[in-house]
């Protein structure tokens, strides 16, 4: 049984470049737009989240937000989440990991560095 990861991002060509790669290493993947997209796509799904990765600037509900929505939920309490953002400074780290982010990534990256930390969560 593959592993599905949800990615949210309000750039669709950042939803298919990490879609593809997820996928060719064999992963199921479910794309949204910004948070509220994420929010209404995991309320209809029927199987579980291996595991998340989002923006932070998003229209309607950003990544902050969105994690710690996910994060109230008994569903998503221990889910891995990686935030991967084109902000590298210090503070924004330390909010995401306060909201409830597990690794933090900074745009632009290499399709292996992003591939690695998420088979490093899901093991």
């Known amino acids: 049984m593959s592993r599905r990861i949800l990615v949210v991002d309000d750039s669709p060509t950042l939803v298919k470049f990490v879609s593809y790669s997820l996928k060719s290493s064999g992963y199921e993947v479910v794309g949204a737009c910004d948070g509220m997209d994420a929010l209404e796509k995991v309320s209809h799904l029927e199987s579980d989240i291996d595991l998340v990765i989002t923006d932070l600037n998003m229209p309607n509900i ?26 590298e400074g210090d503070e924004d780290k330390q909010k995401g990991e306060k909201v409830g982010a597990t690794s933090y990534l900074v745009k632009p990256f290499k399709s292996s560095v992003l591939l690695a930390e998420v088979a490093r969560l899901l093991d």
């Open 62 to 87: 950003d990544g902050y937000e969105l994690i710690a929505t996910l994060r109230q939920n008994d569903k998503f309490a221990e889910v891995p989440i990686i935030i991967l953002s084109s902000e």
